[in-house]
């Protein structure tokens, strides 16, 4: 089973002329800016694929190597590297390298054994956390350098088993990238594998919760979410879908594989009724207590493994051991996948030490439960824990058990960007908080507004008759506001599976800190919990408490160079800012740029079928293109169609809009579509010149309180479209609709709204209006709160 799972695992060795060797040492210029570096007494370097490292086989690069008697020097664009040859290995002494560039006055050197700080990359987990918990290091540095360290991984060896690194062995990596961190990034994929396509099913809303649920409980609750349009994609059955209650000599029960009967008495009419209701299932796992005689599939696994089963012994769990494996997969899981279950949760909590020096067993499984779930050609696809550089090739990241308080909930935007940094791009968190804290309406809706604008929405608490995370737990008002977030989750689904395709083919993540493309400002840097979202928007999450004085919170913003529309209202923005944006309960700051395109489902199906109609908001102001990506949402790799959309903008003249006729395998979209364009900042005295085919058509043209919303009539899916609009002028603010909202719900005395109205609308110059509100003495978050509208597009 091994060699044929590990088959893309042989030899990687560099190319030739990228090498430079001298006695027990060995230098590989993989990139201008990545250079191997390798120590081994015995004069073993390693060419093989390692936990960590899958190519080495980079382009050539040209550098210039100066070598004399005393030393080694490999100089390229961007690193100047060091070597004092002396044998023993590498010292303080003998080892330096220098970033190339103007990157720091003082820090950009590093010699072998100096510690140093990075932009931090992720952690193990998330368990029993209140709030912050240490992160590694990762890969990016404003200073301009990082280091991969892989001497203590262990080896794929081409049967398709591992085995441990030749003693002694130093195998560092120096990456000397400045801060040019996405391209830092896209070299560590090269180097270690790109991340790969989750199926189309995972980025809709997930539904987990510890609780012994059984078939009835769990169909009523899933009916419950329908008869409200509440779409679920993915049900995870949490660890009592097995058997739990075993005697005494068995352990504790917190490892099983054979279903409890009492609570789902048919498991394949259960897991086929899920099905039909367009969802995905996911069991728990916790498998390091082995296979005790009381599971259904011990006999075959003690059969497999030459074990007497009239002994009862119990079956341990090794993860080192081959056969053990190979049973493993074929009885304990293939037979409940055969009945319909679509993925697995690898709960491991039992470190990262094992009989083989090197190799963590959360790796491990990881690993192997990747690679055996894709055997049939279908896209894989776990559910686990994070297991240091590398995991990025097995998504999808389980964070772990939080406590339910705002400051986890402020924690976790960071920590989902800055795993970044590691090329860990699909956290899924405990939407909601899983344990201890206290009810809090506007904590879960929060949270659940974070969890929209995440790489995986999935609500998950621990049991108890009053932790669940139902919307209707939370009154009336939170369950409105929860239930439309939750709708747009689905229908944002063709925009992040655009976006995932793209993760994978361009090593572009999902969710990326602002300093990925603003390097050099220092601002980018100051809004941790800040994050691009896709190549279209960002957002600013919300993790703090309504200022009861103004009932909205606040998230400090840094809006970049040029123009940003609020995405749920439409209000534009002029770039270049620092700022607190001001939000009521059932808002989030998220901003799309102009000349930004989202394609969206116009329904709020479960998403696994690919739309026949969508909703495509495109926002005023500069040019934009984005690309489409649709397929079957489960077949590995990528197999489908592409659908290049466009905008031209020119202000005061004309913008047309187009939607090119789709390229590649057609099969999966359905025979027509329909389009509706909602064009955000727009404005214009003339109707849209609207042509399907290039022929000019008529349509539903009507203006809205963001724009224009141009509805397209239905065409088969091979057709191209464009709207051409004369006379294209941006849309004004609605400042005195929206000072007016802010005042009537501020808790503040009459006679002080009147006062403010009448400073707002009497003055005609903004500056003078804010000196003149700034007299008044207000408190200091409603000035804010006002200057945000009446300075979002300065004079």
């Given amino acids: 089973m091994h060699k044929k799972l590990n088959k893309d695992v042989e030899e990687i060795k560099p190319l030739d002329d990228s090498v430079v060797t001298w006695e027990e040492y060995r230098f590989t210029v993989l990139t201008d800016a990545m250079i191997r570096m390798e120590y081994s007494p015995t004069k073993e370097f390693v060419d093989r694929a390692t936990k960590t490292v899958l190519n080495r086989q980079f382009p050539s690069v040209a550098f210039d190597l100066i070598e004399t008697d005393k030393q080694i020097e490999i100089i390229t664009s961007s690193v100047h590297l060091i070597f004092v040859k002396e044998k023993g290995g590498f010292t303080a002494n003998n080892l330096t390298a220098q970033v190339i560039g103007s990157i720091s006055t003082y820090h950009s050197s590093w010699h072998y054994g100096k510690t140093f700080e990075t932009l931090k990359g992720t952690a193990r987990t998330l368990d029993w956390v209140d709030g912050e918990t240490p992160l590694e290091e990762g890969l990016m540095n404003k200073n301009g350098y990082a280091l991969i360290d892989d001497s203590e991984t262990v080896i794929l060896t081409d049967d398709g088993w591992v085995e441990e690194k030749p003693k002694g062995h130093i195998d560092l990596y120096f990456l000397g990238y400045g801060r040019n961190y996405l391209q830092t990034l896209k070299d ?36 419950r979410f329908k008869a409200l349009d509440i779409p679920i994609s993915v049900a995870v059955i949490d660890m009592d879908w097995h058997i739990t209650d075993v005697p005494e000599e068995y352990g504790s029960g917190w490892t099983g594989y054979t279903w409890n009967r009492d609570l789902f008495p048919d498991p394949v009419r259960f897991l086929n009724w899920l099905h039909d209701e367009g969802m995905h299932t996911s069991l728990n796992l916790h498998p390091a207590q082995g296979v005790e005689p009381h599971e259904d599939a011990y006999e075959d696994m003690a059969h497999a493994l030459g074990i007497d089963p009239s002994k009862k012994q119990g079956i341990e769990f090794d993860i080192t051991e081959p056969d053990f494996m190979d049973a493993y997969f074929k009885h304990l899981h293939h037979p409940h996948e055969e009945d319909g279950v679509d ?44 297991a240091g550089l590398g995991s990025h090739r097995y998504p999808i990241g389980f964070s772990g058990d939080t406590i339910t308080t705002w400051e986890s909930l402020d924690f976790q935007p960071y920590f989902t960007s800055t795993a970044s940094n590691v090329g860990y791009t699909w956290w899924s968190h405990d939407i909601g908080g899983h344990m201890r804290g206290v009810k809090d309406r506007e904590l879960y809706i929060r949270w659940l507004q974070y969890g929209v604008f995440s790489p995986i929405n999935r609500l998950h608490s621990t049991g108890g008759k009053y932790n669940g995370k139902e919307p209707w737990r939370y009154g009336f008002e939170a ?57 279209e928007m960002l957002v600013s999450p919300v993790t703090t408490k309504l200022i009861p004085l103004l009932q909205r919170s606040h998230a400090k913003t840094w809006l970049p160079q040029g123009t940003w529309y609020d995405f749920f209202t439409g209000m534009r923005y002029r770039g270049g800012r620092l700022m607190d944006a001001y939000r009521t309960l059932d808002a989030v700051p998220v901003f799309a740029k102009a000349g930004g395109i989202i394609p969206m489902d116009s329904t709020t199906q479960n998403s696994v079928d690919i739309p026949e109609s969508l909703t495509v908001k495109v926002f005023a102001g500069a040019d934009g293109h984005f690309t489409l990506y649709e397929d079957s949402g489960e077949t590995a790799p990528f197999d489908g169609a592409t659908t290049s959309m466009s905008l031209k903008w020119k202000e005061g003249s004309s913008s047309e809009f187009s939607i090119q006729k789709p390229e590649g395998d057609v099969s999966h979209l359905p025979e027509e579509r329909q389009y509706t364009i909602e064009f955000v900042g727009f404005s214009s005295p003339s109707q849209p010149v609207i042509t399907v085919k290039g022929k000019e058509v008529s349509a539903t043209v009507e203006n809205t309180e963001q724009g224009i919303r141009v509805r397209l009539p239905k065409a088969s899916t091979d057709s191209d479209y464009t709207v051409i609009f004369k006379d294209i002028q941006l849309k004004e603010n609605n400042v005195t609709e929206m000072i007016e909202t802010l005042l009537d719900e501020a808790q503040i005395g009459f006679d002080i709204k009147e006062e403010i109205d009448r400073i707002v609308f009497e003055e005609g110059n903004k500056q003078v209006v804010l000196g003149h509100l700034l007299a008044l003495d207000l408190e200091t978050d409603l000035v804010k709160a006002l200057s945000e509208i009446l300075l979002a597009v300065p004079n």
């Fill in 343 to 386: 993925f697995w949760w690898i709960d491991w909590q039992q470190g990262a030490t094992s009989k083989i020096e090197g190799l963590d067993p959360l790796w491990m499984l990881n690993h192997f439960h990747y690679l055996d779930h894709g055997r049939d050609g279908k896209r894989p696809l776990i559910f686990s824990r994070y």
């Fill in 188 to 223: 560590y994929f090269q180097l270690t594998g790109f991340p790969p396509i989750v199926p189309r099913y995972a980025l809709g809303n997930w539904w987990s919760r510890f609780y012994p649920y059984s078939e009835e409980t769990y169909m009523e609750l899933m009916n």
């Fill in 479 to 535: 369950q409105e506001i929860v239930d439309d977030y939750l709708r747009l989750r689905h229908q944002l689904v063709p925009y992040l599976y655009s976006m995932n395709v793209l993760t994978s083919h361009e090593g572009l993540p999902l969710v990326r800190p602002m300093y990925y493309h603003h390097p050099w400002k220092e601002e980018a840097y100051e809004v941790k919990n800040q994050y691009y979202f896709g190549t």
